[in-house]
C-alpha cells in the first residue's frame, strides 16, 4: 500500500510513518520546510525511508511544486495546529482548511481518506462519550476543539458526497506503555510539569476530575489498523482512548513521591478566588487557565468499542506503575528534573 502522509514530522504522523514502513508499505510525506525529522516510536529519524515532497496544508492543493505520486491508495491527514491559544485565523487556516485541502486530493486522486482528529471534539461533554459525528455548534473549551469539529464535519459531508473517509480520534496522548517513552515530549507534559512545580499551587477541580490519557502505542496500532482495512472503518468516528481515564488526584499524589516536586493541590472551584493567589502563581492562572482549567473539573469516559469490534483492539489500561514509567522516560530525557 502507498500512502501519502501529512503531519509526519509531529508525533502522531511520526510513529504511524514508522509503523508503515515496519509493515512494509510505502510512505509519501508532505513535509514544511527543510531539515525535518520523521521520528518513529523508538526516536529512529525516518525521513530517509520515505518519499519527501514540500508543501503546506494550509495551501489548496497543499501547495504542492513536485507532481505527487499516481499510486497513492491512501492520504492519511495528520496535521494539525495543536496550540489551543492559537488564534482563530491560524485554527481556521490549518485544521479546517487543511482538512478541507485534504478532502479535496483524496476526492481528486480517488483514495480514501484517514483523518486524524481528537476524542475532544465532544467540546464541554462530560461523562460517557459515544461515537458519532461532532457537533461544530457545541460549547467547546477552546479554538483547537472547535476547529477539529469543523474540520470533522466536513469530512462527514464529502462520505455523503460519495468520498470513503474514516475519522480517528485520539484522547490525549502520552507514552508508551511498555516503558513511557514518547519521541516528541510535548503538549499534555507541558501541562503536567507543572504539577510538580511550585508555580501552580492550588487549583479549582473537581474531585473527581480526569483526564483521558492514551498510550502512543495503542495510538499507532489504532491508525495502523484502521489505514490497512479502511473499508471496515468507512463512516466510523474511532476513539484511540484508554480503558478509563486517570484521576488527576491520583496524578498528584504520585507527582508527589518524587523529590524535588512541589506538588499542585486541588480546591473546589467555588473556593478558589484568583486574586488571593501569589502574584508569580496568578500570572501562570492567568495564562493557561483559559485553557485549560476547565479540564479539571470533568471526567469524560470515551468508548473505544469500535476499534475492539472491527480490529480487536480493546482500551488500554493505564495503571500507577505505567505512569510512573511516562514519568521515568520524562526525567531520563531531561525534561523534568524531579529525581527518581
Not at 514502513?21 to 520523521?38: E, F, I, S
Not at 458519532?132 to 469530512?155: C, I, M, Q, W
Not at 502520552?174 to 507534559?189: E, M, N, P
Request: glycine share 10%.
Amino acid at each position: 500500500m502507498h500512502v501519502f502522509l501529512t503531519g509526519a514530522t509531529g508525533l502522531v504522523g511520526g510513529a504511524l510513518a514508522g509503523a508503515l514502513l515496519d509493515a512494509g508499505h510505502r510512505v509519501t510525506a508532505l513535509v514544511r520546510g527543510v531539515g525535518r525529522d520523521v521520528l518513529d516510536m523508538d526516536g529512529r529519524n525516518r525521513i530517509g525511508e520515505i518519499g519527501v515532497l514540500q508543501g503546506d496544508v494550509a495551501l489548496p492543493g497543499f501547495g504542492l511544486v513536485e507532481t505527487p505520486p499516481e499510486d497513492i491508495d491512501l492520504l492519511v491527514h495528520c496535521a494539525a495546529t495543536v496550540d489551543f491559544a492559537a488564534a482563530e485565523a491560524v485554527h481556521e487556516a490549518v485544521n479546517v482548511g487543511g482538512t478541507a485541502h485534504a478532502i479535496a486530493l483524496a476526492q481528486g486522486w480517488g483514495c480514501p481518506l484517514l483523518h486524524v482528529s481528537t476524542a475532544y471534539v465532544c467540546g464541554r461533554a462530560d461523562g460517557d462519550i459515544a461515537e458519532v459525528a461532532a457537533n461544530p455548534a457545541a460549547d467547546f473549551t477552546n479554538g483547537y476543539e472547535a476547529s477539529k469539529a469543523r474540520a470533522e464535519a466536513l469530512v462527514d459531508t464529502a462520505r455523503a458526497d460519495g468520498l470513503a473517509a474514516a475519522i480517528a480520534r485520539p484522547a490525549i496522548i502520552v507514552g508508551r506503555l511498555s516503558d513511557g517513552a514518547i519521541a516528541r515530549i510535548d503538549g499534555f507534559h507541558h501541562l503536567f510539569r507543572l504539577f510538580g512545580s511550585p508555580l501552580l499551587g492550588a487549583v479549582p477541580a473537581a474531585p473527581d476530575a480526569a483526564f483521558a490519557i492514551v498510550p502512543i502505542c495503542h495510538v499507532t496500532s489504532g491508525l495502523m489498523a484502521m489505514a490497512q482495512d479502511i473499508a471496515a472503518f468507512d463512516g466510523r468516528h474511532v476513539h484511540l482512548v484508554g480503558a478509563a481515564p486517570f484521576a488527576m488526584a491520583d496524578m498528584l499524589r504520585i507527582v508527589s513521591g518524587y523529590p524535588g516536586t512541589v506538588p499542585a493541590t486541588m480546591i473546589a472551584p467555588e473556593q478558589y478566588h484568583a486574586s488571593e493567589r501569589d502574584r508569580r502563581i496568578a500570572m501562570v492562572h492567568r495564562r493557561i487557565g483559559p485553557q485549560f482549567f476547565d479540564y479539571f473539573v470533568r471526567s469524560p469516559r470515551f468508548s473505544g468499542d469500535t476499534l475492539r469490534d472491527i480490529a480487536d483492539i480493546a482500551p488500554p489500561s493505564v495503571d500507577e506503575a505505567a505512569f510512573r514509567r511516562m514519568i521515568d522516560h520524562c526525567i531520563d530525557a531531561g525534561f523534568l528534573d524531579w529525581r527518581s
